[in-house]
């Protein structure tokens, strides 16, 4: 299913100001994970980060602040033009339930599984388990509605439940408007 750009970043914003706010919005989602990853995770030698549906690439560089070698996955086709025209590791795939023979030290997807159904997202949470070797961030938005357009809304515990891992950190997704989106 694809989404395109629009849809990715949307409706923050309408008119002349719509990508000064996805600029201000991107800033603030990059120290929010930053900030996450500083209190959670200990950087190691030789470290790849892997980031599940990386859409046009946003959170890759924060990846990059971490990792020595950072690749993004993304399933659509106009995102992923965007995201390979900006970054050298990003691979187009068909499907996130199977995306090679890479393995992650530290593994993100950034509001990315709340748009599947819930067989595709098990699908893709058993492909993550697959290959992290090391830490997982799960960044959804919990607000959403089940079923209702194409957000299902999820707790951080049936992600944890799902990917048959420990939930050992929840930490609010607050906006840039100050709004909070979720676990």
């Known amino acids: 299913m694809g989404y395109g750009v629009t849809t990715v970043v949307g409706d923050i914003i309408g008119g002349a100001a719509y990508w000064p706010a996805v600029i201000a919005r991107t800033a603030h989602e990059h120290r929010q994970l930053r900030q996450f990853i500083d209190l959670m995770w200990t950087p190691i ?7 599940f549906g990386c859409g046009y690439g946003r959170m890759l560089p924060v990846l990059g602040d971490y990792c020595e070698r950072v690749i993004g996955y993304e399933r659509d086709p106009e995102l992923a033009d965007i995201a390979t025209k900006c970054y050298l590791n990003v691979r187009r795939v068909d499907t996130l339930a199977h995306v090679g023979e890479e393995h992650a030290d530290l593994l ?7 748009h599947m159904p819930e067989a595709e997202c098990k699908s893709v949470i058993a492909e993550i388990r697959r290959i992290a070797t090391g830490f997982v961030i799960m960044v959804e938005d919990g607000q959403g509605q089940n079923g209702g357009g194409n957000v299902w809304s999820r707790t951080p515990e049936q992600y944890s439940a799902w990917l048959g891992l420990p939930l050992i950190a929840r930490a609010p997704r607050i906006g840039e408007d100050g709004r909070d989106r979720g676990n």
């Open 45 to 51: 030698p030789n470290a790849c980060g892997i980031e």
């Open 108 to 114: 993100l997807t950034y509001t990315v599984l709340q």
